[in-house]
């Protein structure tokens, strides 16, 4: 099967509707861009991009970490798979200082097409890899060992929902509250939709293992963990290794 074949997303399905109510407000994000969703803050916090470093933004998205990241002094390559992000992304950008917009480029790109000959301090991969089939993911990865910087490269991956917790934990909390999820009339299953999940989108949610199996065989030095914002019991005893929210940090060897 050539590439051509190999099954991918199709980026029509990522339009400005998706992007503007995806972290739950049309337009006011523009006014409100200092105050990073908690998945970006933890992605920015972790990757603590230093001034003069170089920093790929894959997924950009909206531009909210790219953003996060000039004001900090980087030099931001920001990319996504979708125009309509990229618009949204370079209006974002317009919000920087004057002295800080030439830090930065944005464009629409296909994540087999970064070039290889550019390199980077930092790769950020926010709400990325379940989005991506395990063919791309796994070239992607190639990529980036290719393009970080040595000794001190290293990526900053956030990807939700876990497979285990989606598809068990989630539905085990809903049986052992049975009695509160029929009076609320809540679902068993998670409901998924556009904005949340949606199967047309999410063509590859991993676990843990499965990411941090993958990340080894490319050669990273690798640490996965997962945790769950929720205060239900479950949630508490099982997040750390069926939380929702996976991360990862990986670096060259």
């Not at 006011?28 to 933890?42: A, C, G, H, M, V």
Request: with cysteine.
């Amino acid at each position: 099967m050539t590439e051509i074949d190999k099954p991918t997303v199709t980026p029509d399905i990522y339009d400005k509707d998706y992007f503007l109510y995806a972290y739950g407000g049309k337009e006011k994000y523009l006014t409100s861009l200092k105050n990073l969703p908690i998945p970006l803050e933890i992605c920015l916090n972790l990757a603590d991009p230093k001034p003069g470093e170089s920093v790929l933004d894959i997924g950009c998205g909206r531009g909210h970490l790219s953003y996060a990241c000039v004001l900090r002094g980087c030099k931001v390559t920001a990319i996504d798979y979708s125009q309509d992000a990229v618009d949204i992304a370079i209006e974002t950008m317009q919000q920087l200082p004057q002295n800080l917009k030439s830090n930065v480029s944005v464009s629409r790109m296909d994540v087999l097409d970064i070039d290889t000959s550019s390199k980077y301090d930092v790769i950020i991969m926010a709400d990325v890899v379940e989005h991506l089939h395990q063919w791309q993911l796994e070239k992607l990865f190639d990529i980036c060992d290719k393009i970080l910087k040595r000794p001190n490269g290293r990526i900053i991956i956030h990807t939700a929902p876990n497979s285990t917790w989606i598809n068990f934990i989630f539905p085990l909390k809903r049986i052992l509250g049975f009695m509160t999820t029929i009076r609320k009339k809540s679902d068993f299953f998670y409901k998924r939709d556009k904005y949340f999940y949606s199967r047309d989108m999410h063509v590859n949610e991993q676990t843990p293992g499965r990411l941090r199996k993958l990340l080894k065989s490319k050669g990273f030095n690798v640490k996965v963990w997962c945790d769950d914002g929720s205060s239900n019991v479950i949630s508490i005893l099982t997040k750390k290794f069926c939380g929702s929210d996976i991360w990862a940090v990986a670096k060259v060897k």
